[in-house]
């Protein structure tokens, strides 16, 4: 059988996965029936891994417990002030690990954030291996445009953890525009507006004779859908506290059921012009004292709850097509992503903004991880998907530190790889004999602002007064987007480099480590599924036995086959019940074959008796 | 399927879940057929006509019968607590589920039990309320009680629930920890802690055999409204909104978030109210 590639979508908020099956990019349902699962991971108090709906429905009443949102961590270092954001506005305790890294506790654990998404791919594979019925080991996984090496590197690290060779890492609106051109002819500039879950991300896009290019790209790590159902949820309390004089907000459980319904609530509003929210007996005040939440909620005060949470990702658009020079005129198409893309104003806005009506051919949840699949089939048989090229940019812009800490970029952003900048520097001090080149990647002016990627020194220059020495500084991208950077000594060819590798904060032992303890969680975990279905199994049997037993005593009542002999097997019915109370598996192992023994001699006896008595 | 026909489905499951908590069986199953009509690979709305099918057949047979306020589990407890108050009490027999008759849990042998209560008369208590029963009291500090006979009765209970789930009756089990543990958070000074507590563990497997395969998937079998009057609070309704008829009982304890032992005892008090109904494992 052939070799299967997976596309993992793998989302803050929620994650998808599909394959290409034939030349159709199918998406696989999970358990329940759903097409996407949330990216969330909890630590039961048992100890119990979960994740998926499971722990996102806990997540408010186990919430220093459940890990969400870690997408906006991965990669991160610790000093990030993107991590620093995150500590401040998540519930789960976050520690600094031991490589400047981020590590998540949970109960008495220490998870690196790779190994917490590796659960979340894990969940991908195993939905997709049921689907397929076959091991998966290959995949490709989205990504943000704006994610760095490092956060790459983590997400393949995450993969390796799950089990799972990241055969290719892309760009979320690559793989989007990828599902949107697949199978029609597409050529010039899309935008794909992105709001999902938890982030908002706009990307341009040319494409041309098949070829995909981000051109530029922006959002907000911070803007999503869940700042929609926090719009509602407080609503929903504030009205129930001004009738009540209770602030639901301030119990897990009512919190708990409060967002389940306002999200639910706000995705019906898409289809329809108001919704009910009945929560009965969300709290109580006192012994037998019952509060009942029941509250109409319309479209248009959604709409008008939210109105500033949309404005933004409008003016997100706008500052990015300015970025890049772009009308929207110049536009061939506008590609709407994310869930909460289905929300009629957010539409509308779009619309108006871009001066035509968005694209409403492709789902927008599930759009990212049929890209990832398609690519994923043209990986491994270039005739799944053929005439496809991709092109990756640069997500930041590289240089180095400068006189004054200032940034000197190199490589602008958005700039297509592979590339080469060069640009000579010279001498700061008189009688400089060495230099030290400080590569960043990022977009603040100020050097230190930026993500440090590494630094050297090219020494031996000629003493001379200040200015007099040429230093040529060179970096260059791969087309696997590995990025170098040499500095030569214009008069003496001298030369000194570096090649910056990413790194996701853990070093390669850690990564082998966690994917053998993961894959020892696995197979303890399916061990445990078997004994369940032993246990089930024999469970039913000795139901059926019992059941058998008052007519089987009447029969042999009198006869040669004493009293003792059904002692005997009321004690292996006992033993049988015993072990499946206690789910035992020696036990259920032991039982098993006098179990089915006692059975059949019961089914016999049974039949023999109905036989003589007809 | 589009995206109408997708909440359309939901939409009927959850008119589905109305019916059957309020008793309209045959409105419930109407719903579900509908919902697996508009979706034949449905695995929830396949579930429910398949239980929905059953219990129409049970209700026929004469098997089944509707929940009601006679099985909540505070109705023995305040005439268990005023039968202490009587001086000259001996004996308090609980009924246990399995008395009644066609009780699903299945327990086999579900005897009387005798609790004592230190005097000397015999007293039987029904879970009906009727009989000439004492008033129900909230909290034992309202009745002059005596602290031995409470203390007695705990070491009962905790002795009680041992011996049925040594036998493999986990309905008395789990009512006798239910018993116990109620009298401990209602017991006057210096109360009866230094018993109960030691017993939690055995409590909980206690709870966890009445509740049965934690791989079941309970559906919500009474409206959550009406939980009050079944002597249950905020937590059971909250469990009550995980179950979805997919949902394991393992999972709704692992992804409450309340601590373990709370979760399986309001799951065991639901199930003993018989407000919720239980399909089987996927």
Same mark, same amino acid.
């Given at each position: 059988?052939?070799?299967?590639?997976?596309?993992?979508?793998?989302?803050?908020?929620?994650?998808?996965?599909?394959?290409?099956?034939?030349?159709?990019?199918?998406?696989?349902?999970?358990?329940?029936?759903?097409?996407?699962?949330?990216? =969330?991971?909890?630590?039961?108090?048992?100890?119990?891994?979960?994740?998926?709906?499971?722990?996102?429905?806990?997540?408010?009443?186990?919430?220093?417990?459940?890990?969400?949102?870690?997408?906006?961590?991965?990669?991160?270092?610790?000093?990030?002030?993107?991590?620093?954001?995150?500590?401040?506005?998540?519930?789960?305790?976050?520690?600094?690990?031991?490589?400047?890294?981020?590590?998540?506790?949970?109960?008495?654990?220490?998870?690196?954030?790779?190994?917490?998404?590796?659960?979340?791919?894990?969940?991908?594979?195993?939905?997709?291996?049921?689907?397929?019925?076959?091991?998966?080991?290959?995949?490709?996984?989205?990504?943000?445009?704006?994610?760095?090496?490092?956060?790459?590197?983590?997400?393949?690290?995450?993969?390796?953890?799950?089990?799972?060779?990241?055969?290719?890492?892309?760009?979320?609106?690559?793989?989007?525009?990828?599902?949107?051109?697949?199978?029609?002819?597409?050529?010039?500039?899309?935008?794909?507006?992105?709001?999902?879950?938890?982030?908002?991300?706009?990307?341009?896009?040319?494409?041309?004779?098949?070829?995909?290019? =981000?051109?530029?790209?922006?959002?907000?790590?911070?803007?999503?859908?869940?700042?929609?159902?926090?719009?509602?949820?407080?609503?929903?309390?504030?009205?129930?506290?001004?009738?009540?004089?209770?602030?639901?907000?301030?119990?897990?459980?009512?919190?708990?059921?409060?967002?389940?319904?306002?999200?639910?609530?706000?995705?019906?509003?898409?289809?329809?012009?108001?919704?009910?929210?009945?929560?009965?007996?969300?709290?109580?005040?006192?012994?037998?004292?019952?509060?009942?939440?029941?509250?109409?909620?319309?479209?248009?005060?959604?709409?008008?709850?939210?109105?500033?949470?949309?404005?933004?990702?409008?003016?997100?658009?706008?500052?990015?097509?300015?970025?890049?020079?772009?009308?929207?005129?110049?536009?061939?198409?506008?590609?709407?992503?994310?869930?909460?893309?289905?929300?009629?104003? =957010?539409?509308?806005?779009?619309?108006?903004?871009?001066?035509?009506?968005?694209?409403?051919?492709?789902?927008?949840?599930?759009?990212?991880?049929?890209?990832?699949?398609?690519?994923?089939?043209?990986?491994?048989?270039?005739?799944?998907?053929?005439?496809?090229?991709?092109?990756?940019?640069?997500?930041?812009?590289?240089?180095?530190?400068?006189?004054?800490?200032?940034?000197?970029?190199?490589?602008?952003?958005?700039?297509?790889?592979?590339?080469?900048?060069?640009?000579?520097?010279?001498?700061?001090?008189?009688?400089?004999?060495?230099?030290?080149?400080?590569?960043?990647?990022?977009?603040?002016?100020?050097?230190?602002?930026?993500?440090?990627?590494?630094?050297?020194?090219?020494?031996?220059?000629?003493?001379?007064?200040?200015?007099?020495?040429?230093?040529?500084?060179?970096?260059?991208?791969?087309?696997?987007?590995?990025?170098?950077?040499?500095?030569?000594?214009?008069?003496?060819?001298?030369?000194?480099?570096?090649?910056?590798?990413?790194?996701?904060?853990?070093?390669?032992?850690?990564?082998?480590?966690?994917?053998?303890?993961?894959?020892?969680?696995?197979?303890?975990?399916?061990?445990?599924?078997?004994?369940?279905?032993?246990?089930?199994?024999?469970?039913?049997?000795?139901?059926?036995?019992?059941?058998?037993?008052?007519?089987?005593?009447?029969?042999?009542?009198?006869?040669?086959?004493?009293?003792?002999?059904?002692?005997?097997?009321?004690?292996?019915?006992?033993?049988?019940?015993?072990?499946?109370?206690?789910?035992?598996?020696?036990?259920?192992?032991?039982?098993?074959?006098?179990?089915?023994?006692?059975?059949?001699?019961?089914?016999?006896?049974?039949?023999?008796?109905?036989?003589?008595?007809? | 399927?589009?995206?109408?026909?997708?909440?359309?489905?939901?939409?009927?499951?959850?008119?589905?879940?109305?019916?059957?908590?309020?008793?309209?069986?045959?409105?419930?199953?109407?719903?579900?057929?509908?919902?697996?009509?508009?979706?034949?690979?449905?695995?929830?709305?396949?579930?429910?006509?398949?239980?929905?099918?059953?219990?129409?057949?049970?209700?026929?047979?004469?098997?089944?019968?509707?929940?009601?306020?006679?099985?909540?589990?505070?109705?023995?407890?305040?005439?268990?607590?005023?039968?202490?108050?009587?001086?000259?009490?001996?004996?308090?027999?609980?009924?246990?589920?399995?008395?009644?008759?066609?009780?699903?849990?299945?327990?086999?042998?579900?005897?009387?039990?005798?609790?004592?209560?230190?005097?000397?008369?015999?007293?039987?208590?029904?879970?009906?309320?009727?009989?000439?029963?004492?008033?129900?009291?909230?909290?034992?500090?309202?009745?002059?009680?005596?602290?031995?006979?409470?203390?007695?009765?705990?070491?009962?209970?905790?002795?009680?629930?041992?011996?049925?789930?040594?036998?493999?009756?986990?309905?008395?089990?789990?009512?006798?920890?239910?018993?116990?543990?109620?009298?401990?958070?209602?017991?006057?000074?210096?109360?009866?802690?230094?018993?109960?507590?030691?017993?939690?563990?055995?409590?909980?497997?206690?709870?966890?055999?009445?509740?049965?395969?934690?791989?079941?998937?309970?559906?919500?079998?009474?409206?959550?409204?009406?939980?009050?009057?079944?002597?249950?609070?905020?937590?059971?309704?909250?469990?009550?909104?995980?179950?979805?008829?997919?949902?394991?009982?393992?999972?709704?304890?692992?992804?409450?978030?309340?601590?373990?032992?709370?979760?399986?005892?309001?799951?065991?008090?639901?199930?003993?109210?018989?407000?919720?109904?239980?399909?089987?494992?996927?």
């Amino acid at each position: 059988m052939a070799e299967r590639v997976i596309g993992i979508d793998l989302g803050t908020t929620n994650s998808c996965v599909a394959v290409l099956e034939g030349t159709a990019p199918t998406v696989v349902a999970n358990r329940g029936g759903y097409k996407t699962t949330p990216s =969330v991971v909890a630590m039961s108090e048992s100890g119990k891994r979960l994740v998926g709906h499971i722990a996102k429905r806990q997540a408010v009443t186990n919430a220093e417990n459940t890990a969400w949102a870690v997408k906006r961590l991965i990669g991160r270092p610790w000093t990030s002030p993107a991590v620093q954001a995150v500590k401040a506005a998540v519930p789960y305790p976050l520690i600094e690990g031991p490589h400047g890294d981020v590590r998540i506790k949970l109960r008495d654990q220490h998870f690196s954030v790779p190994e917490i998404s590796a659960y979340v791919l894990q969940e991908m594979r195993a939905i997709a291996e049921e689907y397929l019925g076959q091991t998966v080991s290959k995949a490709v996984v989205t990504v943000p445009a704006y994610f760095n090496d490092g956060q790459r590197q983590a997400t393949k690290d995450a993969g390796r953890i799950a089990g799972l060779d990241v055969i290719r890492i892309i760009n979320e609106p690559t793989a989007a525009a990828l599902a949107y051109g697949f199978g029609r002819k597409v050529d010039g500039k899309i935008v794909v507006f992105d709001l999902g879950g938890g982030t908002f991300d706009v990307s341009i896009l040319d494409i041309t004779n098949g070829v995909f290019e =981000v051109v530029a790209t922006a959002g907000d790590t911070f803007l999503g859908g869940e700042d929609y159902d926090k719009r509602l949820v407080d609503w929903l309390a504030q009205g129930f506290a001004k009738e009540h004089k209770v602030d639901l907000r301030a119990d897990t459980m009512a919190l708990q059921r409060l967002k389940d319904a306002a999200e639910k609530a706000k995705c019906d509003l898409s289809a329809v012009r108001e919704t009910e929210i009945n929560l009965p007996f969300i709290i109580s005040t006192g012994r037998n004292q019952a509060f009942h939440l029941h509250r109409v909620i319309t479209r248009s005060k959604l709409e008008e709850l939210t109105l500033d949470l949309t404005e933004r990702t409008i003016q997100i658009c706008r500052l990015t097509m300015e970025d890049a020079g772009i009308e929207p005129k110049d536009l061939a198409e506008v590609v709407l992503v994310g869930g909460m893309t289905r929300m009629c104003k =957010v539409q509308e806005l779009v619309g108006e903004f871009f001066g035509r009506e968005p694209c409403k051919s492709v789902h927008p949840d599930e759009v990212v991880a049929m890209g990832a699949s398609i690519q994923g089939a043209a990986l491994v048989d270039a005739a799944a998907a053929p005439d496809m090229l991709l092109l990756d940019v640069t997500p930041h812009s590289l240089g180095i530190m400068v006189a004054g800490g200032h940034f000197h970029r190199l490589i602008d952003r958005n700039t297509t790889v592979p590339t080469a900048k060069s640009h000579i520097f010279t001498t700061v001090r008189d009688d400089q004999t060495s230099v030290k080149i400080v590569v960043f990647q990022g977009e603040s002016d100020r050097a230190e602002e930026n993500e440090l990627l590494g630094e050297f020194v090219l020494s031996g220059l000629r003493r001379a007064t200040k200015g007099e020495v040429e230093v040529e500084v060179t970096f260059e991208i791969s087309a696997d987007g590995i990025v170098s950077v040499s500095a030569q000594d214009m008069e003496t060819g001298a030369e000194q480099s570096i090649t910056v590798t990413a790194s996701s904060g853990l070093t390669e032992n850690e990564i082998a480590r966690m994917a053998s303890e993961n894959q020892d969680h696995m197979v303890a975990a399916r061990a445990e599924e078997e004994v369940e279905k032993e246990r089930q199994r024999i469970e039913k049997l000795v139901d059926e036995a019992e059941a058998l037993l008052p007519k089987v005593e009447e029969i042999l009542a009198g006869t040669p086959f004493g009293e003792d002999s059904l002692d005997n097997v009321r004690l292996i019915l006992d033993d049988a019940r015993m072990a499946v109370e206690r789910r035992d598996a020696g036990g259920l192992e032991q039982v098993a074959e006098p179990l089915m023994r006692t059975l059949n001699m019961f089914r016999g006896v049974v039949d023999s008796g109905r036989l003589r008595s007809s | 399927m589009a995206k109408d026909a997708s909440l359309e489905l939901k939409q009927l499951i959850q008119r589905g879940f109305d019916h059957h908590e309020h008793g309209r069986e045959h409105d419930a199953l109407s719903d579900w057929e509908t919902a697996l009509k508009l979706d034949k690979r449905n695995m929830q709305a396949k579930r429910l006509v398949e239980f929905a099918k059953k219990r129409a057949e049970e209700v026929e047979a004469g098997q089944h019968t509707p929940p009601s306020r006679r099985d909540t589990i505070e109705s023995p407890i305040p005439q268990f607590l005023a039968a202490l108050t009587e001086r000259h009490s001996d004996k308090v027999t609980v009924p246990y589920e399995g008395q009644k008759g066609g009780d699903p849990l299945g327990d086999r042998a579900a005897p009387d039990r005798e609790l004592y209560t230190g005097g000397k008369a015999k007293k039987s208590i029904s879970s009906s309320g009727d009989g000439g029963a004492p008033a129900p009291a909230d909290t034992l500090e309202d009745l002059p009680v005596h602290a031995d006979d409470v203390r007695a009765s705990a070491t009962e209970l905790v002795g009680e629930c041992r011996t049925a789930l040594g036998e493999n009756r986990p309905a008395p089990a789990a009512l006798a920890a239910e018993l116990a543990l109620q009298l401990a958070e209602r017991a006057p000074p210096p109360g009866v802690d230094d018993v109960v507590e030691p017993s939690r563990a055995l409590f909980e497997r206690a709870f966890r055999a009445f509740m049965g395969n934690p791989l079941a998937c309970p559906i919500r079998a009474v409206p959550t409204e009406t939980l009050a009057d079944h002597g249950l609070d905020q937590r059971a309704a909250f469990l009550m909104s995980r179950m979805d008829g997919m949902t394991s009982l393992a999972d709704i304890m692992d992804g409450s978030g309340l601590k373990r032992f709370d979760a399986v005892r309001v799951l065991a008090a639901l199930r003993r109210a018989k407000a919720i109904d239980i399909l089987p494992a996927i």
